[in-house]
Nanobody
Framework: QVQFVESGGGLVQPGGSLRLSCVASGFSFRGSAMSWYRRSPGKGRELVAAISYSTGENTNYAESVKGRFTISRDNARNTVYLQMNSLKPEDTAVYYC?????????????WGQGTQVTVSS
């Protein structure tokens, strides 16, 4: 059974930082690219960042987060991270992870609960 468990969200002031974690199970983590998505009120799901499989040599970021967010992975822990710096109010959203590089591999009930990030003074 595929499962994603996201954590690390919270309330942070503009300019602050957060580190999100996602523990994945039920599929070949090392053999899968991984991605972070976000969804905010009134907006659809947005691909935020992606990292290629195995060593994670390749990464891809949404224009809106380039230079501020960094995705990384730890295959020994089946975990993908999203380091978020210089946070802005427009980064407020629920953040989710999934397998895949340009599109989510698993859909429907496989999506986790996500972790809420709120950027506000």
């Amino acid at each position: 059974q595929v499962q994603f468990v996201e954590s690390g969200g919270g309330l942070v002031q503009p300019g602050g930082s957060l580190r999100l974690s996602c523990v994945a199970s039920g599929f070949s983590f090392r053999g899968s690219a991984m991605s972070w998505y976000r969804r905010s009120p009134g907006k659809g799901r947005e691909l935020v960042a992606a990292i290629s499989y195995s060593t994670g040599e390749n990464t891809n970021y949404a224009e809106s987060v380039k230079g501020r967010f960094t995705i990384s992975r730890d295959n020994a822990r089946n975990t993908v991270y999203l380091q978020m710096n210089s946070l802005k109010p427009e980064d407020t959203a629920v953040y989710y992870c999934n397998a895949g590089y340009l599109a989510p591999t698993f859909n429907g009930p496989a999506w986790g609960q996500g972790t809420q990030v709120t950027v506000s003074s």
